[in-house]
């Protein structure tokens, strides 16, 4: 079974601090991982997904399959960057997607 | 060009009603997906449609429960009769079929309140 823990529910930063959205993964295979986030009032968004390797707005997430996570980092957070943040995975070449339950990232000016 | 639209944004409805839920993906975008999210849970996977055939139906939770997808654009979700534990966020989603992941766009979702 395929299990995406996330295990913040509500993280309180300042502005400039650095910020780690924690998430950890249960999966037999080799999954495809991915940062959604959902803006107040706005839809959920694909952030950003480990096979891009990429950096989008600043945030970065590295798959460590050692330790089964895709903890999503910033090193200086920014108001704007408040809003929920969902770790989910899909089995590679298949799109159904498991969800975590979310953390809210609250910058505090 | 539209993103994926649902409608309602909202509804209230009474325990033992029926609602129909709404989704219209982006043109083009043979995967829709429907997922809901409980109050204080996680966001769970409901079905897959590849066009019109349901490619994975192993989320929905049970009989009450009908989607639909005739003739591959839009898609319905009715559930029939509604119980309180129905009450969450029924979000769609889709994407276009390729032989790698790509990214699913989402709905705004619909807020289901059953009293």
């Known amino acids: 079974a395929q299990r995406v823990t996330q295990p913040e529910k509500l993280l309180s930063v300042f502005k400039g601090a650095p910020v780690e959205l924690k998430c950890n993964y249960s999966?037999?295979?080799?999954?495809?991982l991915f940062w959604y986030v959902q803006y107040s009032r706005q839809r959920l968004q694909l952030l950003l997904r480990?096979?891009s390797r990429e950096s989008i707005k600043g945030f970065t997430a590295d798959l460590n399959k050692g330790e089964t996570s895709f903890h999503l980092k910033k090193p200086f957070a920014q108001e704007e960057d408040s809003a929920m943040y969902y770790c989910?995975?899909?089995?590679?070449?298949?799109?159904?997607?498991?969800f975590g339950t979310g953390t809210k990232l609250q910058v505090i000016p | 060009e539209a993103g994926v639209t649902q409608f309602p944004s909202h509804s209230v409805i009474e325990k033992g009603q029926t609602v129909t839920l709404r989704c219209d993906p982006i043109?083009?975008?043979?995967?829709l997906y429907w997922y809901r999210r409980v109050m204080g849970k996680e966001i769970k996977f409901l079905l897959h449609?590849?066009?019109?055939?349901?490619?994975?139906e192993s989320g929905m939770p049970n009989n009450r429960f009908l989607a639909e997808r005739t003739g591959g654009t839009y898609s319905t979700l009715k559930v029939q009769p509604a119980e309180l534990e129905d009450s969450g966020v029924y979000f769609c989603?889709?994407?276009?079929?390729?032989?790698?992941?790509?990214?699913?766009?989402f709905g705004q979702g619909t807020r289901l309140t059953v009293v």
């Open positions: 989603a889709s994407s276009q079929v390729t032989v790698v992941n790509t990214e699913a766009f």
């Open positions: 999966y037999s295979g080799s999954p495809e």
């Open positions: 480990h096979i």
């Open positions: 989910a995975l899909s089995p590679r070449g298949y799109q159904k997607v498991t």
């Open positions: 043109s083009g975008h043979d995967n």
């Open positions: 449609f590849v066009k019109e055939s349901k490619q994975d």
